[in-house]
């Protein structure tokens, strides 16, 4: 909280007469029956005068405190940005996923297109030109944009003119993209970046390995970059997370992305400035950006196994998967986090020892492998536990991250192909050695990053599977490391997986057999938005208690009060609901008179406790004399 901030706390005060403290709940309510039969007040309604002076005292408390937390919240929401949200499109796409995406709004009028999430530096977006020229169809289907309808387009400052390839070398894909800048919008706060980095693609197509010609269907958002902007002679375009960090939107440039699986109904999670810590399982891998700006890693072995029950029939449980038949690879490989692309891009060598046990058959034209559905080995490897293990470097603890089969059984349509068709998603990339691992692997990772204008880190974790609540645990990243989830891996696929029996041991239900995703803890700082969210738990769960405590007591109090009085009080004393009873033995009806200088009291008059011993010290003096 700034310096300047300054918050007044507002608590309900109620004044009463004071009492001595009662031992029980019928001594309480004695002395109230004393002290109405003085004052001329039925006992009942004043037990109900003090019961409605609590309710006021209560309610006058529940208020303060409820303002306390306004305030409270109010001031964290105006000094700590929260993340933004952006939003997963209610579509899936093809030809190879089915692949989730995201929505965003471009220009003005704003034109709605879906993009897929991740890369650095530009997006980009197709034109309504990128399918004149290809018959097949579906071509473009997550929306193409209309350079000539928007007002806010700026297509002369940058005078150069790039490669069409975001895929990082993994897919041979010619084409020209001309950068330009445009206004963005997001659904969530509605924030819009102005002067948004971006290439128009007006000409683009696929070339599988037999030389087969496909459109493009979504384009790419880029989160972000290790730079304050992107600069072209002196021209800066923006970069999204940079531009709402430096506008105050959000509490840093930085993201957390997890692309989840369309085929299991695990949404998609992208935040801007935060993440859902509930997508990253574990302790989550924090390493250095590097000069390349690519999300690279070391990749130490792949291995084939089964978390839990027994291994299907022909299927052998290994490791040692990533260098096998590849006497080149000693000790590792450097892969990069490739959310642009689809496919797990290996050496063929390990493609092919992937591979080596499953019912698959290789497919030239696409050079992927098709999943042979009809063998009996199939369904029994998709719907069991079975997995690769991906082991990756880390400097303080190597991370393991599980891909179970049943996210690597995916499917080819249209124009692919004229019937669905379920393949494997490895091949070498279309550049010999640019290894990386794109969305087929990242349905079971979580990646993001704070880019700390140059000097941050990016994260890898462990993602969850489709048994995974759908509420976010939203975290801001204000720091170089993050905090994964507590999560038990196993318990978010066991709706899912069928276990195949084992003969000689089972593990308990719900017992993980995790023991390769690290467990090292990381120190972390509690940052001021969390401790905001803290004090007002601690407060709204005070209110809480208090007004169950309040009720509870009334409740009681009722119960005992209805049609009782204390036990010094016969029935022949009970005063008339209707007349109060006499203060004094003089005002009965035909009693002697007062002495001199004593009257009785009128309905306007009043009389303290004090002034009523006075009155009956002076009546008995009279007396005597």
Known sequence: MKDSTRCTFIFGTTRAGTLPAASNEDERKDRA??????????????????????????????????????????????????????????????????????????????????????????????????????????????????????????????????????????????????????????????????????????????????????????????????????????????????????????????????????????????????????RAIGSVSSQPIPASSLFTIDLLDIGLGVDNGASPPNFTERQGVLAEGNSSITSSVPVTMNPGAPYMYLPNSTCAAMVKDLPVTYNAKFGLYFWNTQDPDYAKIITSPTLLSFTFRDSTENLTVKVPFQLLNLTLDAPLVTEPTSYFPCQPPNNATDYSLGRAFLQAAFIGVNWEKGNGNWFLAQAPGPNTALTPVQKPITSLTIDGSPANWTETWNTVWTPIPDSNSSPPPGASTDKTTKTTSRKSTVSGGAIAGIVIAVVAASVLFFTVGFFVRRKKQRRRGHGSQPAWWTPSEKPNPIEPPPLYQHEVEGSTPLPKGIHTLSEADSITPGQHEEGIRLHELSSNA
């Open 33 to 278: 029956v004393r002290r109405s039969h003085f004052n001329g007040v039925d006992p009942q309604s004043f037990l109900h005068l003090q019961s409605g002076l609590f309710t006021t005292m209560a309610r006058r408390l529940v208020i303060g405190v409820l303002a306390n937390v306004y305030l409270l919240s109010h001031v964290y929401s105006q000094d700590v940005p929260l993340p933004v949200r952006v939003s997963p499109s209610t579509k899936t796409y093809g030809p190879d996923g089915p692949w989730q995406a995201v929505t965003v709004k471009l220009g003005d009028p704003e034109q709605t297109i879906d993009l897929y999430p991740g890369g650095i530096f530009e997006s980009t977006v197709f034109t309504t030109e990128v399918c004149d020229n290809i018959k097949a169809r579906p071509c473009g289907s997550g929306g193409l944009y209309n350079d000539t309808a928007s007002a806010t387009l700026d297509d002369t400052s940058i005078r150069i003119e790039f490669d069409a390839d975001w895929t990082s070398g993994a897919m041979y894909q010619p084409g020209k993209a001309q950068p330009v800048m445009e206004q963005i919008a997001f659904d969530d706060r509605n924030q819009v970046v102005a002067d948004l980095s971006m290439n128009l693609v007006s000409n683009l197509e696929t070339i599988y390995p037999d030389g087969s010609k496909y459109p493009v269907q979504v384009g790419q958002l880029a989160l972000g970059a290790p730079a304050d902007n992107q600069t072209f002679d002196s021209v800066n375009a923006s970069l999204i997370p940079n531009y709402l960090q430096d506008k105050k939107f959000i509490p840093s440039s930085s993201y957390g992305l997890h692309i989840g699986s369309a085929a299991l109904n695990l949404p998609l999670s992208l935040w801007l400035g935060g993440y859902d810590s509930s």
